[in-house]
């Protein structure tokens, strides 16, 4: 029983360049929710999914999108990093009514 | 949007000293939760609280749900090198966590 894991664990980008952060769950869990970590801001919510095939939008969506198309994946796309989305990025799963889990990060700097 | 303060933003104790960190919000909440989080990890749950007034223990640690539902304050008694880490607190809304800006502790031996 792995978790909550997440792929790759750092990666660099040029500004421009696209890529895709992938976050995978063993724990047959309906939520699936993707953060981003600044300093002295606490995580805030990119986007999050309420099932498989559903896909909704936090509280910071802009410049990412995600895709839900089988309940245990849940993808973060940036289509053209910027070096504003240098951040380290959590996904986490859950319930919906209680508790979340969370996965180790993925460091992204965008030069 | 949503908004949690959390207070003290950073903590420099001595071993054995016991901590006290809160959270404030200007919206209710339904459920508070406690994350810790260690260089390098994601955060951890601590403690979850579900009813406004319920203090609940983990060991060391304890929480309370503020009766306004607008609150939360978690305690570490007789700390230990070993609680050093960034401590977030989140309340759950509508399947959703908003988290505060976290608490960084720092246990000297």
Not at chain 1, 18 to 45: F, I, K, V
Not at chain 1, 81 to 109: D, H, I, K, M
Not at chain 2, 90 to 100: E, I
Request: proline share 5%; with cysteine; aromatic share 10%.
């Amino acid at each position: 029983n792995a978790g909550v894991t997440q792929t790759p664990k750092f990666r660099v980008l040029k500004t421009g360049q696209s890529m895709t952060l992938l976050c995978a769950q063993d724990m047959n869990h309906e939520y699936m929710y993707w953060y981003r970590q600044d300093p002295g801001m606490g995580l805030r919510l990119i986007h999050y999914s309420v099932g498989e095939g559903t896909t909704a939008k936090g509280e910071v969506p802009d410049g990412y999108n995600v895709s839900r198309l089988k309940k245990q994946n849940f993808l973060l796309g940036l289509e053209s990093a910027a070096p504003s989305q240098t951040s380290v990025y959590f996904c986490a799963s859950g319930q919906g009514g209680n508790e979340q889990f969370f996965g180790p990060g993925t460091r992204l700097t965008v030069l | 949007g949503q908004q949690l303060n959390q207070s003290p933003q950073s903590m420099f104790i001595q071993e054995g000293e016991d901590v006290s960190m809160n959270c404030t919000s200007s919206s209710i909440f339904n459920t508070w939760l406690w994350y810790k989080q260690e260089p390098g990890e994601g955060p951890v749950l601590l403690i979850a609280l579900y009813k406004a007034g319920e203090l609940t223990s983990n060991g060391r640690l304890t929480a309370q749900f503020g009766i306004t539902r607008k609150d939360s304050f978690l305690n570490i008694s007789a700390s230990i090198p070993s609680d050093v880490g960034i401590y977030f607190c989140a309340g759950l809304g509508y399947g959703k966590l908003t988290f505060g800006q976290g608490t960084i502790l720092t246990v000297h031996p």
